[in-house]
């Protein structure tokens, strides 16, 4: 019998604490937007290794339920890689399908620990309700495999351009539906007809890097990689779209000090876009808080022009209190901007030396350690976490017959709310 994590909602930006109402996004009448935290009832972390996948690090997910999983985030030393650049300390935290080192993401995107997190902080409340998703294609599909297996109402919203992302090694369940905005698109006007569809009754937002269970459900990342290596590392990689992983693998890290086993340093966020869709990276090399301005038409021809088009989040939780730009200056943290050709190349050099494909996003933060290296950003022998946030789908897919999830209905950029509010009260799940 498993009984829920005991845990406090804690306001990043006043320090204001309070029980979670069951579906708690933020903090009501406070003067300025902040994220929130669980704060846990266990300061230390006990893994529980007869918990199944995710679930053996549930002192520290905000859920209240188990649902089937075998799947996981796994850390192990690299060799071959670390051994070409030169590192004497260089951890990978694979997050997708390696069935030799036990990676059992059938999704292969490290999106899992996301969905696994979020459906088991669904409460019964909730159960007759219809979750609503939006994303660039891999949150889609990993939200959209956990949902079938578990029989849980969802709606995805994602850029028609992106479905070929919904990928399946069987037909799903009915529960799950997806619309698409028209060809052209970008995940922010995905974002916007998923608000849109949420004014509905009965259709709520799953609530992006505003939902702790997102977060913590990410952090895995980080509680596998400190938990394996023995220490918090000196460098955490990875590519980022909204940022949400990153500030996630930030929250563990304090938590880990707060643990007092691990040691007390912070590991320094080190993180990347995808060139030349670049706000985040434009902001952070000005030294703003604030994102700088991008024009919306060629924001979705930068975004339809890189190779990774999972980060491609032209609203991220950046400049939030709590969020990536807090994250970054509270770690001394670095920005990188990756070609698509740096990327396909540290691709290529991954799946040569470490035995397995990654996705084109892994591939951005591999090229962005490779340019840390080249320009004597870290040094050879610290511990260094790369976050591979996706990887062996074609490893998957070998010897597979794939099945795609089809769009029950196409929308224009400009569908009017009157529209969409009509469609969704036909749809039946």
Known sequence: MFNPTEYKIKSVATGNVCDDSGWM????????????????????????????????????????????????????????????????????????YYPEIGANMRTCSFKETEAYSICARLGEEKKDEVIVVSSAGNTARAFAQVCSDNNIKLLLTIPEDNLSALWFEKPLNPCVKVLATKSGSDYFDAINLGNIVCEVDGFFAEGGAKNIARRDGMATTMLSAVTFIGRIPDYYFQAVGSGTGAIAAWEANLRFIEDGRYGNNKARIFVSQNAPFL?????????????????????????????????????????????????MKDTDGDFFAVTNEEADAAGRLFEELEGIDINPAAAVATASLIQAIDNNKVEKDAVIMLNITGGGEKRFKENKEIFYLKPTKVFDINASKEEIHGFLRTLEF
């Open 25 to 96: 996004l933020d903090f009501k009448g406070e003067e300025k937007p902040s994220l929130i935290r669980a704060d846990y009832a266990k300061k230390q972390l006990q893994v529980k290794e007869e918990n199944n996948g995710l679930y053996c690090y549930a002192d520290w997910l905000p859920i209240k339920r188990q649902l089937q999983c075998d799947a996981k985030p796994i850390t192990y030393k690299s060799k071959a890689l670390a051994e070409k650049l030169g590192l004497s300390n260089l951890y990978i935290t694979f997050n997708g």
């Open 279 to 327: 706000p985040m990276y434009e902001a952070w090399k000005q030294d703003s808080r604030d994102m700088l301005p991008y024009d919306n038409d060629q924001a979705r021809r930068d975004a339809n022009t890189v190779v990774a088009k999972v980060l491609t989040n032209r609203k991220p939780p950046y400049s939030i209190i709590g969020g990536l730009y807090d994250a």
